[in-house]
């Protein structure tokens, strides 16, 4: 069964505090892994679209890369308003317009 | 461009009631997308519309139903609401050109309880 399997559910640093956050996926063909941002109470916000394995991509203090079976979300001297919901999502070559969502890494950045 | 909008933001049904949640958007994309979220859970697709006039299930289709008139307007409806609707509903749209990848934009959401 396709799926996507995000870790850890939580993650708690402190200003300053690299680390990654991981996402491992399970599909017959990767068309496209996703990297959104979910602020609470808002709509998931696109970060970055990673289409094969060895692409990375950045933005500010986020860096993506993709595996052929997992992609990490690197956050470099993260600051409190990095702190939210970080959600990653596959699509299959052939799957329509089918999105399988992880269930997402809640990241809280403490000054 | 305000993006994707929805209304009403919050709401409160009995059950047994119907409503329909709205959803526009501005950015003239031709695919549409109703999710449902719940707390601890991965978005799960309930219907989709890859142009006026189509539309077709999802991953949680049973006890919505689309409609899609427009480019711009995506209405989901609830019929005979249930608790198991309780859950934040988030509509999104994208466009799907020649990369064919499905970079999906997402409105605030409507957070809905059923009583």
Redesign the interface.
Known sequence: EDQ?TQSP?ALRLQEGESSSLNCSYTVSGL??L?W?RQDP??????LF?L?SAGEEKEKERLKATLTKKESFLHITAPKPEDSATY?C?V?EETGG????????TRLFVKA | NAGVTQTPKFRILKIGQSMTLQCTQDMNHNYMYWYRQDPGMGLKLIYYSVGAGITDKGEVPNGYNVSRSTTEDFPLRLELAAPSQTSVYFCASSYLGGRATDTQYFGPGTRLTVL
């Open positions: 996507v559910e068309r496209g996703f959104y109470g808002k709509g998931p916000e696109f679209t289409y959600l999502a699509q317009f089918k999105t399988i969502f992880g269930a997402g």
